[in-house]
Every structure is written in structure tokens, then in C-alpha cells.
């Protein structure tokens, strides 16, 4: 342990002294839950209390026990670790509350209380410091995993795999995920790994600095390329720090509050000269605009925290605050627009990506009931609560609208999840982000300018 972390670790323990029954470090914040009244407003909109009718399962629920905890009427034990650790942390409950309370902030809080409290013990503890730890925060190491990857994929294993029948050995929720797999393609970050900046095409107005992601850049290179494509059409000059890393993200989601602050800082230093910090998967969004969270008790971190999540923003609200090339191709499709839960709840992003479609010529948006309801994806949820996951997904995949080709959304792990609904239930949609079809369209228009 580094003289900082120890430093950090024993100023923290002293903070606990009002919390009777929160005895480490970074506890929940009280002026989260100051504000509820148990109103009730919050139920209806929370999926699993929907699903199981529990008072434990409900925002209102969860925060009564959080702050027991902290009032030493309960423990920290099993019983109080299940609805923690059951809640989606979607943040709808925050949207619907009068009062604004933070439970997402606070359901982060006591997942690091239980935690160290309750740490992982063997097959889990395994299963967890392997992608938490020894995978995700190490792009190098995902890029050889992307590789085998797709290496599976072009090889022809993958096809003996599906033909032969051997998923059917697998966990059907692992099964399923292979079979929504997408087509790899090679990360921005070694394809760009030489070039300081991507230039704008034309005049440049503005430079921004792109968070690649960790998963993302494997798994979605993609939709990164069309995001570089979609920002340089615009007059930004791009940059790629190249000592980025993963956000942290699943890492709070986790409880491991610690390793997010390690990724925090990095992250932090990497963009330190950045102007703007454009960001294409809503859940990284999310936890860069809450850096500041983890470093409550660290003045000079929290500051720089601050400063840093002011320049983040979602690519879609950049291209819509800034103005963007409305293209002239038609895109003839029928589409719908699913609310990713951490764009519309965590950073109030709604309406600036469908004004983007909608700027789309030949796209016909048709809505979509319950838009910002969650699909059961929340990171990885769906692999630690599969049965829970979904019965989220199938009550969202009832909202969609049959009669579109396209699903649009601005999140992977919601494209995965929606991808997963699509093939289970007999669907036909093709699941895109919205920055994928206005990449889509420019491409067509400067194929039909190539045609004249």
C-alpha cells in the first residue's frame, strides 16, 4: 500500500464517528438521504420493486436500510447486502423523486461498506480480481483477449461452436451472450496508437479528446470509428490519450470504490489538458461526471474531480450543442429510440439524440412506451443477476414497437442487452447507436457525391 492509500485510508476511518455501524472508510453520505420522506413517489418507477412488490426492492426501501445502518438499528450482514446489491442502479428513482435524492450515489456507498465489510471469497473473489483488476484496466491485455476473440470468429470455430451444439453446455445467460456477439474489428487505439491528432476534414472549429473505453474499443470498435468519423465530419480535431483507461465504472458498481479511485486518477491525468471530453457509451459518462464521489474526503483530488467531469459530455449533446452537418442522404428506415438509463437519468441526455435521427433524411422515429425504462443490462447485471435481468429485459422488450427495423441507443452494454431481447423473444431489429446511422448517412452522401 502506497503511503497516499494509507494516508487516504486512516483520515477516512476518522470520519465514521457519527456513522455507528459504518466502520470503514467512505460511508454513505447522510445528506443523501436527508431530503427523503418515504413519499412513495419513487415505486413506480423502479423495475425490480415492480417485479417483486418488496419494500426492500424499492428505492424508498433501500434507502430506510442504509441509513438503519448507519443509525445502528441493523447490520451490515446478508440480509442487508441482498436489495443493495439487487437494485439496478438505473437512477429513474432520482428522475421521479421531488426531492432529488441521490440513491444511486448512496446504493454505490454501501455496496463499498459491504465490501469491506463482506469481501468476495473464493470462486467470486477469483472471477472478480480477473476482470476487475487483472483485465479491464489493462487495454493491452483486452486487445489479446479481442483478438482471440476474433480469431474465434474469422477461424470458422465459431460456426462449428453454434452448428455442433456445445453452448448448450453453457449457462443459458452465456449462451445467449455468444450468440449476440458482434464482429470485431480493430481497436481505435492501436489503429491510431502514431498519430497525436486525427485532423477535422475541412476547417477545424474545436478540439476534443475521445475516451476510447476499455470494453468498448474491443468489443465495439465500431461504433468508436464512427464516432472519430462523425466528429472530424465536424470540424474536430481529435485526440487520443493514450494513457487513458477504464472509467471504473463496474468497478464502483461493484463495491470496489478503491480500484475506481486508482482508475479515477489516471484517467484524470491522462486528459489533464483536454478542453472537452467527448464520451460515446453512457455509463462511462456517468461515473467521469461523478468522479468528485470518490474523493469526498480528498480536497485536492475532489477539486480536480470537479474540474475534469466539467469537460465531459456525451458525443451526441456535443454534436447537438455545437451544431452539426445535417446530411443529405436518406437513411430509409423506421426506427425507435431506447432511453439508456445513465444518458437519460444519470446525465438528463434525452432529447439531443433523437434530434439527431430526427435530422436524419428518411428515418421515421416511432416512440416507444417507457423509453427510459431499463433493459436489464446495468453494466454487468445481467451476468450477477441473470433471472432478474431478465424479467427487466423481457417487460422492456414488450414496449417495443413491431413494426421498426431499428433499435437506437447510446450505450453498449444496453446494445448488448437489447441484442440479447431481439434473438430471445423472435424479434427482427437491428440494434445501432445513434451515432452509427448519422456516420451511416454521411458515408452515403459522400458515395452518391462520388457518383456525380
Same mark, same amino acid.
Given at each position: 500500500?502506497?503511503?497516499?492509500?494509507?494516508?487516504?485510508?486512516?483520515?477516512?476511518?476518522?470520519?465514521?464517528?457519527?456513522?455507528?455501524?459504518?466502520?470503514?472508510?467512505?460511508?454513505?453520505?447522510?445528506?443523501?438521504?436527508?431530503?427523503?420522506?418515504?413519499?412513495?413517489?419513487?415505486?413506480?418507477?423502479?423495475?425490480?420493486?415492480?417485479?417483486?412488490?418488496?419494500?426492500?426492492?424499492?428505492?424508498?426501501?433501500?434507502?430506510?436500510?442504509?441509513?438503519?445502518?448507519?443509525?445502528?438499528?441493523?447490520?451490515?450482514?446478508?440480509?442487508?447486502?441482498?436489495?443493495?446489491?439487487?437494485?439496478?442502479?438505473?437512477?429513474?428513482?432520482?428522475?421521479?423523486?421531488?426531492?432529488?435524492?441521490?440513491?444511486?450515489? /448512496?446504493?454505490?456507498?454501501?455496496?463499498?461498506?459491504?465490501?469491506?465489510?463482506?469481501?468476495?471469497?473464493?470462486?467470486?473473489?477469483?472471477?472478480?480480481?480477473?476482470?476487475?483488476?487483472?483485465?479491464?484496466?489493462?487495454?493491452?491485455?483486452?486487445?489479446?483477449?479481442?483478438?482471440?476473440?476474433?480469431?474465434?470468429?474469422?477461424?470458422?470455430?465459431?460456426?462449428?461452436?453454434?452448428?455442433?451444439?456445445? /453452448?448448450?453446455?453453457?449457462?443459458?445467460?452465456?449462451?445467449?451472450?455468444?450468440?449476440?456477439?458482434?464482429?470485431?474489428?480493430?481497436?481505435?487505439?492501436?489503429?491510431?496508437?502514431?498519430? @497525436?491528432?486525427? @485532423?477535422?476534414?475541412?476547417?477545424?472549429?474545436?478540439?476534443?479528446?475521445? /475516451?476510447?473505453?476499455?470494453?468498448?474499443?474491443?468489443?465495439?470498435?465500431?461504433?468508436?470509428?464512427?464516432?472519430?468519423?462523425?466528429?472530424?465530419?465536424?470540424?474536430?480535431?481529435?485526440?487520443?490519450?493514450?494513457?487513458?483507461?477504464?472509467?471504473?465504472?463496474?468497478?464502483?458498481?461493484?463495491?470496489?470504490?478503491?480500484?475506481?479511485?486508482?482508475?479515477?486518477?489516471?484517467?484524470?491525468?491522462?486528459?489533464?489538458?483536454?478542453?472537452?471530453?467527448?464520451?460515446?457509451?453512457?455509463?462511462?459518462?456517468?461515473?467521469?461526471?461523478?468522479?468528485?464521489?470518490?474523493?469526498?474526503?480528498?480536497?485536492?483530488?475532489?477539486?480536480?474531480?470537479?474540474?475534469?467531469?466539467? @469537460?465531459?459530455?456525451?458525443?451526441?449533446?456535443?454534436?447537438?450543442?455545437?451544431?452539426?452537418?445535417?446530411?443529405?442522404?436518406?437513411?430509409?428506415?423506421?426506427?425507435?429510440?431506447?432511453?439508456?438509463?445513465?444518458?437519460?437519468?444519470?446525465?438528463?441526455?434525452?432529447?439531443?439524440?433523437?434530434?439527431?435521427?430526427?435530422?436524419?433524411?428518411?428515418?421515421?422515429?416511432?416512440?416507444?412506451? #417507457?423509453?427510459?425504462?431499463?433493459?436489464?443490462?446495468?453494466?454487468?447485471? #445481467?451476468?450477477?443477476?441473470?433471472?432478474?435481468?431478465?424479467?427487466?429485459?423481457?417487460?422492456?422488450?414488450?414496449?417495443?414497437?413491431?413494426?421498426?427495423?431499428?433499435?437506437?441507443?447510446?450505450?453498449?452494454?444496453?446494445?448488448?442487452?437489447?441484442?440479447?431481447?431481439?434473438?430471445?423473444?423472435?424479434?427482427?431489429?437491428?440494434?445501432?447507436?445513434?451515432?452509427?446511422?448519422?456516420?451511416?448517412?454521411?458515408? @452515403?452522401?459522400?458515395?452518391?457525391?462520388?457518383?456525380?
Amino acid at each position: 500500500m502506497s503511503t497516499r492509500e494509507s494516508d487516504v485510508k486512516e483520515r477516512l476511518a476518522c470520519t465514521t464517528t457519527n456513522l455507528s455501524n459504518y466502520h470503514w472508510s467512505d460511508p454513505p453520505d447522510e445528506n443523501k438521504w436527508a431530503d427523503c420522506v418515504h413519499c412513495g413517489m419513487c415505486l413506480e418507477s423502479c423495475p425490480t420493486y415492480e417485479l417483486t412488490g418488496q419494500e426492500q426492492h424499492s428505492p424508498r426501501g433501500r434507502v430506510h436500510l442504509i441509513k438503519s445502518v448507519a443509525e445502528g438499528k441493523i447490520e451490515v450482514n446478508e440480509q442487508f447486502m441482498d436489495p443493495v446489491f439487487a437494485c439496478l442502479d438505473c437512477r429513474a428513482c432520482t428522475t421521479a423523486c421531488p426531492a432529488d435524492v441521490d440513491v444511486g450515489g /448512496l446504493i454505490e456507498e454501501a455496496r463499498g461498506q459491504i465490501r469491506q465489510a463482506m469481501p468476495l471469497t473464493g470462486y467470486r473473489k477469483t472471477v472478480s480480481n480477473f476482470f476487475l483488476h487483472s483485465l479491464f484496466p489493462h487495454q493491452n491485455r483486452l486487445n489479446t483477449v479481442g483478438g482471440l476473440l476474433k480469431f474465434y470468429q474469422k477461424s470458422g470455430m465459431q460456426k462449428v461452436v453454434r452448428k455442433t451444439g456445445l /453452448l448448450k453446455v453453457m449457462p443459458d445467460h452465456l449462451a445467449e451472450m455468444e450468440g449476440i456477439m458482434p464482429v470485431l474489428t480493430k481497436p481505435v487505439r492501436k489503429k491510431y496508437k502514431n498519430q @497525436k491528432v486525427i @485532423k477535422a476534414k475541412g476547417v477545424t472549429k474545436h478540439e476534443v479528446s475521445f /475516451l476510447t473505453g476499455c470494453v468498448m474499443d474491443v468489443m465495439f470498435s465500431d461504433i468508436n470509428d464512427a464516432t472519430i468519423n462523425v466528429l472530424t465530419r465536424n470540424g474536430n480535431d481529435v485526440v487520443i490519450p493514450q494513457n487513458q483507461t477504464c472509467c471504473g465504472a463496474l468497478h464502483v458498481h461493484a463495491g470496489d470504490r478503491e480500484m475506481g479511485r486508482k482508475l479515477a486518477i489516471q484517467n484524470i491525468e491522462a486528459f489533464n489538458d483536454a478542453e472537452k471530453i467527448i464520451v460515446n457509451a453512457a455509463g462511462c459518462g456517468c461515473m467521469m461526471k461523478e468522479y468528485a464521489e470518490l474523493f469526498r474526503e480528498e480536497p485536492e483530488w475532489h477539486e480536480k474531480a470537479l474540474a475534469f467531469s466539467a @469537460k465531459v459530455e456525451d458525443v451526441s449533446k456535443y454534436l447537438h450543442d455545437t451544431g452539426y452537418e445535417k446530411p443529405q442522404a436518406e437513411i430509409n428506415t423506421r426506427i425507435t429510440y431506447h432511453d439508456a438509463c445513465h444518458l437519460a437519468h444519470g446525465q438528463g441526455v434525452r432529447q439531443e439524440p433523437r434530434n439527431i435521427l430526427l435530422d436524419i433524411p428518411g428515418v421515421e422515429m416511432v416512440h416507444m412506451p #417507457n423509453a427510459d425504462r431499463c433493459c436489464g443490462s446495468a453494466g454487468i447485471y #445481467n451476468i450477477t443477476n441473470p433471472e432478474m435481468a431478465g424479467a427487466v429485459l423481457e417487460s422492456k422488450m414488450e414496449n417495443v414497437p413491431d413494426d421498426v427495423e431499428m433499435i437506437s441507443m447510446g450505450n453498449p452494454g444496453c446494445m448488448l442487452q437489447m441484442a440479447m431481447g431481439v434473438q430471445k423473444y423472435g424479434r427482427n431489429q437491428k440494434i445501432v447507436h445513434t451515432v452509427q446511422l448519422l456516420d451511416w448517412a454521411y458515408q @452515403k452522401e459522400d458515395g452518391l457525391r462520388g457518383q456525380e
